[in-house]
């Protein structure tokens, strides 16, 4: 019996450079966190892509359903209050 | 990138909606140009296809190791060999990105290792054949790599996300093979006459297979309508295939190289290389599993695959220990 088949699968984000936020860039899978970290830095960063790496089991992650984008996400078109440009501001008024 | 095991709020509770607005919505999002991604409806066949491409293309990758890899150890310097073992490395690689991006359309990693060492999957045909010197090692960077980038840049927009997200990865790894292929025949054509003689050799013998690699001619390509309507293929075989020969003349002729085909010229009216016919006979022997390496390929695949047991059963064995003792400690 070969006792890698079902090894479960991680999501791994990598962060470019100092100062970015961690990326997700693909999955894999491993027998554990740490052999999860030893492969995502070969197989996601054998360019130079990053400088840290999360790992973390795909199945601790929860998703929003893509069967209420709308809901959830169409609210906020009709709140264009919200961005700066919608204000206009006499061109006299200065560092606004 | 993001998995079927992946926790869906509510997924299960979803009402069944009518399969026909399902289906005109999801067209129109094809149509705007729009991302599928894993967890959205999608027509079964579409999913189908697309696993059946992807891991397809996934076991080329891993096959295409086999190959080049057998160089490795004559590689005539160390710098050629850095080279070489970077380029496999990748390819196993890209298989690993591959095989992610179909096990989000809800196979499973085992299902398709199975399928490909049982000799049920297909992979690309161009694998099957030997590499019979160290020029093929130069050939197949310039032109089998060369005609995969062909392949795969029109990939990296295909309408499945997982799948365009790794094309992107690969395609720009991929430009690193091909020009280290390049530079390989490069240096034999400027060397010894045996040197130029062995890259000739090499050129006569994967040029023909290399246009094989985009498939069949178009009128005779059976996945092609669905695939392009869906935007999985955005160019047909024969428009790739017209378009590499149209590149790599040039470089052939830069190198001081001639292509095997006495019907190759520059149709001045057209603007594009006429070339001759391919031999679809071999084509589709090989792709029954008649071609010179099919058995030998499969082969070396399924003694790795058993030979490296002993590792994944120790990295179980370490990972469930390790679990235990964090367990101990922590009651």
Same mark, same amino acid.
Not at chain 2, 116 to 132: C, D, E, M, Q, V
Not at chain 2, 191 to 207: P, S, V
Not at chain 2, 277 to 288: A, T
């Given at each position: 019996?070969?006792?890698?088949r079902?090894w479960?699968?991680y999501e791994v984000?990598v962060?470019?450079?100092g100062?970015l936020d ?7 899978h491993?027998?554990?966190?740490r052999m999860?970290?030893e492969h995502?830095?070969?197989l996601?960063?054998?360019?130079q ?7 973390v ?14 809901s959830?996400?169409?609210?906020a078109?009709?709140?264009?209050y ?6 206009d ?8 | 990138?993001?998995? *079927?095991?992946?926790?869906?709020? !509510? +997924?299960?509770?979803t009402? &069944?909606a009518?399969p ?6 999801? =067209? ?5 140009e729009?991302?599928?991604?894993p967890k959205e409806?999608?027509?079964a066949?579409?999913r189908?296809?697309l ?8 076991h080329?990758e891993i096959v ?6 057998n160089w490795?150890t004559?590689?005539p310097t160390l ?8 380029k496999? *490395?990748d390819?196993?690689?890209h !298989? +690993?990105?591959?095989?992610s &991006?179909?096990?989000t359309l809800?196979?499973?990693r085992d299902? =398709?290792i ?8 297909k992979?690309?045909?161009i694998?099957n ?6 020029a093929?090692v130069g050939a197949?960077?310039w032109?089998?790599?060369g005609a995969a ?6 990939l990296?927009?295909c309408?499945?996300g997982p799948y365009a997200?790794a094309?992107v990865r690969i395609?720009?790894e991929?430009s690193?093979h091909q020009?280290q292929?390049f530079d390989?025949?490069?240096h ?5 006459a045996?040197?130029k003689?062995?890259a000739q050799?090499?050129?006569n013998r ?7 690699m985009f498939?069949p001619?178009d ?6 309508g669905?695939?392009q ?17 149209d590149?790599t003349v040039?470089q052939a002729n830069?190198?001081?190289?001639t292509?095997?085909?006495?019907l190759l010229?520059w149709n ?6 006429e070339f001759g016919?391919?031999?679809w006979n071999?084509?589709e022997?090989v792709?029954?599993g008649?071609?010179?390496c099919?058995a ?13 047991a002993?590792?994944?059963?120790a990295?179980?064995a370490?990972?469930?220990?390790q ?7 922590a009651?």
């Amino acid at each position: 019996m070969d006792d890698s088949r079902h090894w479960p699968l991680y999501e791994v984000f990598v962060r470019a450079r100092g100062g970015l936020d961690h990326k997700h860039v693909g999955s894999l899978h491993a027998a554990d966190e740490r052999m999860a970290v030893e492969h995502a830095r070969d197989l996601y960063t054998r360019r130079q892509e990053g400088v840290s790496i999360w790992v973390v089991p795909s199945k601790a992650i929860t998703a929003s359903d893509p069967g209420e984008t709308e809901s959830l996400f169409e609210p906020a078109r009709d709140k264009i209050y919200r961005h700066p440009t919608f204000y206009d501001i006499p061109d006299e008024v200065k560092t606004l | 990138m993001y998995t *079927q095991e992946l926790d869906v709020r !509510g +997924a299960d509770s979803t009402p &069944a909606a009518d399969p026909g607005v399902l289906e005109q919505h999801f =067209l129109a999002r094809v149509d705007a140009e729009q991302k599928i991604e894993p967890k959205e409806w999608m027509p079964a066949r579409y999913r189908s296809m697309l696993i059946r491409q992807i891991s397809q293309h996934a076991h080329s990758e891993i096959v295409g190791m086999l190959p080049e890899g057998n160089w490795i150890t004559r590689a005539p310097t160390l710098r050629r060999k850095a080279i070489l073992i970077a380029k496999v *490395q990748d390819e196993a690689g890209h !298989g +690993a990105y591959l095989y992610s &991006a179909a096990e989000t359309l809800g196979v499973s990693r085992d299902e =398709l290792i199975d399928q490909l060492l049982s000799g049920k999957a297909k992979y690309s045909s161009i694998f099957n054949y030997p590499t019979t010197t160290w020029a093929d090692v130069g050939a197949i960077g310039w032109l089998v790599d060369g005609a995969a980038i062909m392949n795969q840049i029109p990939l990296c927009r295909c309408s499945y996300g997982p799948y365009a997200r790794a094309m992107v990865r690969i395609c720009r790894e991929e430009s690193f093979h091909q020009r280290q292929g390049f530079d390989l025949m490069l240096h034999l054509a400027r060397g010894t006459a045996e040197q130029k003689a062995m890259a000739q050799d090499a050129l006569n013998r994967w040029w023909w297979p290399a246009l094989m690699m985009f498939g069949p001619p178009d009128a005779s390509s059976t996945h092609s309508g669905e695939s392009q309507r869906w935007k999985i293929k955005r160019i047909s075989n024969d428009e790739l295939r017209q378009k590499f020969v149209d590149f790599t003349v040039p470089q052939a002729n830069f190198l001081g190289l001639t292509l095997p085909d006495p019907l190759l010229r520059w149709n001045e009216t057209r603007q594009r290389h006429e070339f001759g016919p391919i031999d679809w006979n071999e084509f589709e022997q090989v792709l029954k599993g008649n071609g010179p390496c099919n058995a030998e390929r499969l082969a070396a695949r399924r003694a790795a695959h058993a030979a490296g047991a002993w590792v994944r059963d120790a990295a179980s064995a370490y990972a469930e220990k390790q679990r235990l003792r964090a367990a101990r400690q922590a009651a």
